[in-house]
């Protein structure tokens, strides 16, 4: 069983930064893509960002030029980098990976971005 563990999340101010980690039980290497996704409450999961083994990289319009994705192969983590962040980037933020034909998920870790 794949596990995906995500921390880093917590309370930060408008304008802060914050760095998000995945930590997968299996090379990360051997996931066919992966992806951030939030949910913020009472709304539906939306993706954040998604990257191929192949290397290739998108971000959700709302993402893009203020979050960042990237692998760490030595440390086995997937990470996603936070900045300028807003008040309407509150939410659980998840991991998710496919490999051998499944997609796992972690729980997500929760950020707050409030003053």
């Known amino acids: 069983q794949v596990q995906l563990v995500e921390s880093g999340g917590g309370l930060v101010q408008p304008g802060g930064s914050l760095n998000l980690s995945c930590t997968a039980s299996?090379?990360?290497?051997?996931?066919?893509?992966m992806a951030w996704y939030r949910q913020a409450p009472g709304k539906e999961r939306e993706m954040v960002a998604i990257?191929?083994?192949?290397?290739?990289?998108s971000y959700a319009d709302f993402a893009e030029g203020r979050f960042t994705i990237s692998r760490d192969n030595a440390k086995n983590t997937f990470n996603l980098q936070m900045s300028s962040l807003k008040p309407d980037d509150t939410a659980n933020y998840l991991c998710?990976?496919?490999?051998?034909?499944?997609?796992?998920w972690g729980k997500g870790t929760l950020v707050t971005v409030s003053s």
């Open positions: 299996i090379n990360i290497f051997s996931m066919n893509y």
């Open positions: 998710t990976g496919y490999a051998a034909g499944m997609d796992y």
């Open positions: 990257t191929t083994r192949g290397g290739r990289i």
